[in-house]
């Protein structure tokens, strides 16, 4: 990937920006209560040293109690400000990560189809994740953190020369061992999490298409090689947290000898200037003051991994939220009049999902209001594509799709989906009721409304035989509908939006004679006194239109009656002939 050459750019913080001015107050307190707990900390060394150079050497018992007791409250209140700090802190990564889940999600609804085309679903579920998550590791354990170790880092090592300035250089010596090591670290943690990440996203892709492609998997018998296949990217995964976990083993045994080389030179130093220069009540302050000063260093350390993957992750979702959303509302939309109208026209429309492979060529046709048309063609002809376009899933090359006169592009986008039902050629379902599936979970679409929409295309038989009815969780273990059924569903769905045009792209698995029967009969439901374009695979489907097109590597190459088309020597009568239309 390209994240390895480029450096993350620190420009991309303004991205979190936003979210933490939400949260000021939240930070201002979280910050404060960070340097008072650093503040509370750093006395007990010099606490310590009161007690050994002035009590006890002055031989003061009272002297030495207040001082112990100050001991304990300071240590007290250090620990209830660091508390604070760090719940503050962790309340503020939560929020940020709830706000900016949301957002993420929000973008991904306004994405163009095209973007999930040549993006894999596994990649947009680790932004909904793993970097939504990076990031929130990121303000909670990195910017404050990271912030006030470094502030502390600083404070404790001006209190070492404030306590003896001739000790704080003996321990100055170890220093570069200490950057030595922490550089070697750093690298190695780098190289690792950069290979965990990878492979993560690369886990979550295998996931979704192994349960997606659950029933392929089995009926192939691709079981194995799914799972070797699976198997090497979570070995990589491992492999790639060994190396982490290797370097951390490494790295924190090597501080902790840094740490106790320093306390070693400040004896040494002790031992040759005792008296003269050093006082024992400041070695024992040194000491503490030694072991204060590696920790935020270590810290720091090991931050800087997660500010460098934040930065990747933010890296990635800001290319995310950066995507253009080409199609979106008008800036000036022309509101159609109140009249359902019902009128499509394509005007040498040209469309190709990929540069250079037109899939729609030069294609003209209009479908007047309350006309029913079919669209036929061999599979690959550009039928489903054809419907995508009125929409506005996808927008037009060259040409113009329009509705009621107005070209779809100048619709508000809202209003001209209202108007507009389509069915697909695979019915979607969601996890939830059968009546939820019907209104698709908008509250304003009563029961009774549901029940009339389902009656109306003949699936009120069916659903009120399910052990709950409308409430029947359609998704649930065991409880999935047949093609027929999912049909007659989606039949309910358009009903219940009442669209003056309605695009049904029919499905092409074959189903029983009898559930066909209820279909054909639900259809002349849903399609009376509506404008309707019927991509059409059934000759009974055919039979009720009043004009049928006929596709042929995207451009209209027939048009006229199933009678008058049969007559011609042309595609339509070899598509019949072939029975790649089915002959029901
Ligand atoms: N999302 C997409 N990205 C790239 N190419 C696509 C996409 N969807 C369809 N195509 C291509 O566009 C062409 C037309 O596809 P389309 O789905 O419109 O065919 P169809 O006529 O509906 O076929 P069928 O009868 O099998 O449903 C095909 O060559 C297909 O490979
Ligand atoms: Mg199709």
């Known amino acids: 990937m390209d994240e390895k050459k480029r450096k993350p750019d620190l420009g991309l913080l303004r991205l979190v920006a936003p979210y933490l001015r939400a949260h000021k107050p939240l930070i201002a307190v979280s910050v404060f209560a960070l340097l008072a707990g650093h503040f509370f900390s750093l006395s007990l060394p010099f606490l310590t040293r009161h007690a050994v150079d002035v009590d006890i050497k002055g031989g003061d018992p009272a002297g030495l109690g207040r001082t112990a007791f ?3 409250g300071a240590l007290l209140l250090g620990f209830a400000f660091t508390a604070g700090s760090n719940l503050g802190v962790s309340y503020l990564g939560q929020r940020l990560l709830y706000a900016l889940r949301l957002d993420v999600l929000r973008k991904v609804f306004r994405l163009p189809s095209g973007y999930f085309d040549r993006t894999s679903t596994g990649t947009v579920l680790t932004h909904l994740t793993n970097d939504v998550e990076a990031v929130r590791q990121f303000v909670s354990e990195g910017l404050v953190t990271v912030a006030g170790d470094l502030i502390l880092a600083a404070f404790v090592f001006a209190a070492m020369f404030a306590v003896n300035w001739r000790l704080a250089l003996a321990t100055a010596v ?3 061992l200490f950057l030595l090591a922490t550089a070697l670290f750093r690298k190695a943690i780098r190289t690792g999490f950069r290979r965990v990440r990878a492979a993560n996203s690369e886990i979550n892709t295998a996931l979704v298409e192994s349960l997606g492609g659950h029933s392929v998997i089995s009926l192939f018998r691709h079981r194995t090689p799914a799972i070797r296949h699976f198997d090497g990217r979570n070995r990589e995964y491992l492999d ?5 976990v290797d370097a951390y083993a490494a790295y924190f045994p090597v501080i902790e000898v840094v740490t106790h080389l320093s306390l070693a030179l400040v004896l040494a130093v002790a031992h040759f200037r005792m008296g003269a220069a050093v006082k024992p009540g400041e070695v024992f302050a040194l000491f503490a003051l030694i072991n204060m000063f590696f920790r935020p260093l270590r810290d720091l350390a090991e931050n800087f991994n997660t500010f460098q993957s934040a930065l990747a992750a933010l890296e990635r979702i800001d290319r995310l939220m950066g995507e253009p959303e080409p199609i979106a509302d008008p800036p000036r939309p022309r509101l159609p009049g109140r009249a359902p109208g019902g009128e499509i026209r394509f005007e040498r429309v040209s469309f190709s999902y990929l540069p250079g492979k037109p899939v729609l060529r030069d294609l003209s046709f209009s479908v007047r209001p309350g006309e029913k048309v079919a669209v036929v063609g061999a599979t690959g002809a550009g039928k489903s594509t054809l419907a995508h376009l009125v929409p506005r899933l996808y927008d037009v090359d060259a040409g113009s799709v329009s509705v009621d006169g107005i070209d779809v592009r100048e619709w508000p986008l809202a209003g001209l989906r209202e ?11 969601f996890t939830g009721s059968a009546a939820d599936n019907i209104r698709l979970f908008a509250p304003e679409v009563g029961r009774q409304a549901v029940v009339e929409a389902a009656r109306a295309v003949n699936a009120h038989g069916f659903i009120e035989r399910l052990p709950k009815g409308y409430d029947e969780n359609v998704l ?5 509908l047949s093609t027929g059924q999912k049909q007659l569903l989606a039949f309910a769905r358009a009903f219940v939006a009442k669209p003056s045009l309605l695009i049904l792209d029919e499905a092409t698995a074959s189903i029983d004679s009898e559930t066909e029967a209820l279909i054909e009969k639900s259809l002349d439901r849903l399609l009376e006194g509506r404008t309707a374009i019927l991509i059409a695979h059934r000759l009974s489907t055919i039979r009720r239109v009043d004009r049928i097109l006929v596709l042929h590597q995207g451009r209209l190459v027939q048009e006229g009656s199933h009678e008058v088309l049969l007559k011609q020597d042309g595609l339509y009568r070899q ?4 029975q790649a239309l089915a002959l029901a």
């Open 70 to 72: 100050l001991f304990g």
């Open 174 to 176: 170890s220093v570069p």
């Open 240 to 244: 790639a947290y060994r190396q982490v």
């Open 419 to 429: 108007r507009l039902a389509v069915v697909p050629q695979n019915v979607f379902l």
């Open 476 to 480: 649930e273990e065991g409880m999935s």
């Open 575 to 578: 598509l019949y002939e072939m």
